[in-house]
């Protein structure tokens, strides 16, 4: 009595590596979309507190963590999304396009305070 077992069944196509990507870029993604959370706050403050004029400067100091991570957790993302796991590519496309959005946004906020 042997029994015939589908390859395709017992062999999955996990790949940890990309989950971990996608997840952490999307993690990324979504605190680069609220402003850079802790982090964004304690920039801004730390820059707020040091310089008597609170114009240009404090607006980059206060886009440039949302910037930097949205672009961190877009490029975790990108590469998370180009893989076959069925987890992690629309994962991964998720926080490209959240990624993506924080960036445009804190460029929005950075130029905006600048004019």
Not at 18 to 25: D, E, L, P, W
């Amino acid at each position: 009595m042997t029994e015939q077992y589908d390859a395709r069944i017992t062999q999955d196509s996990t790949d940890q590596a990309a989950r971990t990507r996608a997840f952490v870029g999307l993690g990324l993604a979504l605190v680069g979309l609220m402003g850079g959370g802790m982090l964004g706050s304690a920039v801004f403050y730390l820059f707020l507190g040091t310089t008597a004029d609170t114009g240009a400067f404090s607006m980059v100091a206060q886009g440039l963590p949302g910037l930097l991570l949205g672009l961190a957790g877009a490029g975790l993302g990108w590469s998370a999304s180009t893989t076959a796991d069925p987890l992690a590519a629309p994962a991964g496309r998720a926080a490209l396009v959240l990624g993506v959005l924080a960036a445009l946004a804190a460029v929005a906020v950075i130029v905006t305070g600048q004019v």
